[in-house]
């Protein structure tokens, strides 16, 4: 029980530290507005519409709550569904259909949410980017025989589900990521670590980087600073932390991002900084304008802005269905689950559409192309971590902040190496 505890603790932090509310600004320009004509062709044309009886993912979307509010997501979501039914007619040429719930991150809101989808005639999976009440959310489905399809996993529950596949590893791969680049990329000689004054914050700090630095990757001290979680001035957090002259910082500081950059700015500290992919959020960047400049981050996808076919499609969708809506972590991976979900329905027996088929088609997933991402295997017997069958990919990749762009500075990292389950 002990141990089960001081995971949850962890778990906790670090969930903070990937969903905090860092910043608010106006939305950006880029954020679902225009697009480039390179773009737009991505989609290609509108064709005849789908028919017949719909096939529906049901949709958790936390939202209006103070742990952290996502509207995106849902937004990001509904144009994959639109770009699927308008541009490739459907699955199977039958409509795909969101059903939507609203959360506000509660285990029993949550739950009441999955059992929503699970009511739901014509359901074949459910899906959603970030839910702090899956504990709820995640056993309702499994009993119904749902599966959830795509999101970022935080808790236990999401790992070890065999009706959970995440395509992101959230809590359990953002930090052995960092730590990993830290350690085989930057070559860091010193490493010192950033959190709030909470119990999660500074379990997260120890067991997630200091712990995995010393243990795994040689270093033998990484010292630990704390500030409150509403200090609005953290010049002096920094400045305690330069005093131990450290080549990076690991910060799971996650509702501080845009005032870490901007007490950095202004004490002009040479350390290279690293946030979670909480921070890579168009409104954070805008917030923090130059402050920004030069910070490093994790992300679970490929970049929005990136030159390749799915972020064109994925800009352009936002652009044209979602119009005005924030480009993020959240909103990425959203639109991720989602597509993924149709290549896969797309593979089947058009007249074996359902739950349990879906399970069994998703299982044999082996280095299986993912939208905006790398590759996924959700073949229990080659997971990347044993016995964790939600984890159907740890991948991830270090992004800085290159004049004012997010630029991607790494190849795909598995810290799953670090994780200690």
Known sequence: ???????????????????????????????????????????????????????????????????????????????????????????????????????????????????????????????????????????????????????????????????????????????????????????????????????????????????????????????????????????????????????????SFGQACVRIMQAKKALALPFTMYHTSKCLDERVLQSAGEAAEGHRFNSETRMWNEKDDDAAIYRAAMAKYASGTTLSNYSTIAFQGIMNTYRLLNKMDEASLTPKALVEKIRTTSDEPSFLGWTYTCDPAKLAVAGQSGLCSTLEVIVEVKNGVPTTISDPIDGSKLLRL
Do not use: W
């Open 1 to 251: 029980m002990m141990r089960r505890t001081r995971n949850l603790a962890v778990l906790l932090g670090l969930a903070t530290a990937l969903t905090a509310a860092c910043g608010s600004a106006p939305k950006s320009d880029t954020g679902g507005g225009e697009t480039g004509a390179a773009d737009a062709a991505a989609l290609g044309p509108v064709v005849a519409a789908p028919t017949g009886t719909p096939l529906v993912i049901g949709y958790i979307s936390q939202e209006n709550t103070a742990v952290g509010s996502y509207p995106e997501a849902l937004a990001s979501a509904r144009a994959a569904a639109d770009y699927i039914n308008k541009h490739l007619g459907g699955v199977h040429g039958r409509p795909l259909e969101l059903s939507s719930c609203v959360t506000d991150g509660s285990v029993a809101t949550s739950a009441n949410c999955a059992r929503q989808i699970a009511s739901t005639s014509g359901v074949v999976a459910a899906s959603s980017s970030l839910d702090f009440g899956a504990q709820g959310a995640v056993p309702v489905l499994q009993a119904a025989g749902i599966p959830r399809i795509g999101g970022i996993a935080i808790f236990p529950e999401e790992a070890s589900s065999p009706t959970v596949f995440n395509f992101a590893g959230g809590s359990f791969a953002a930090f052995p990521a960092i730590d990993t680049f830290v350690a085989t990329v930057q070559k860091a000689g010193r490493v010192s670590a950033l959190t709030s004054d909470t119990s999660p914050g500074i379990a997260s700090a120890n067991d997630q980087i200091k712990t995995p630095l010393q243990r795994d990757l040689g270093y033998k001290d990484v010292p630990i600073v704390v500030a409150a979680p509403d200090a609005a001035d953290l010049t002096g957090a920094l400045t305690q932390l330069n005093a131990s002259k450290p080549d990076a910082v690991v910060s």
